[in-house]
């Protein structure tokens, strides 16, 4: 994955070839994200799927949607009651 984020959080997104990252890896990316971008953090996940878009390059695209879908889930309010 090429380096669009800071020097912080490159090295959770460290290319993989053909790869799939694993859960862990994109979790740990969005929690990465998440504490360098708080709310714009979903923003510029979607941002980075857009530029590997306009590079042709689905297998990351793929992983910025799984990344941006995982900020999405972690930051939804939980719901009913507590326990």
């Not at 959770?12 to 360098?36: E, F, R």
């Not at 590079?55 to 793929?62: I, M, P, S, T």
């Amino acid at each position: 994955m090429t380096a669009l984020l800071s020097d912080d959080l490159s090295f959770a997104l460290i290319y993989q070839g053909n790869v799939m990252l694993s859960d862990v890896d994109i979790y740990c990316a969005a929690h990465l994200m998440m504490h360098q971008y708080g709310n714009n953090a979903e923003l510029e996940a979607a941002r980075c799927a857009d530029q590997m878009l306009e590079r042709g390059d689905r297998d990351e695209l793929f992983t910025w949607f799984r990344i941006r879908r995982t900020i999405a889930v972690m930051r939804q309010a939980p719901a009913g009651l507590p326990n």
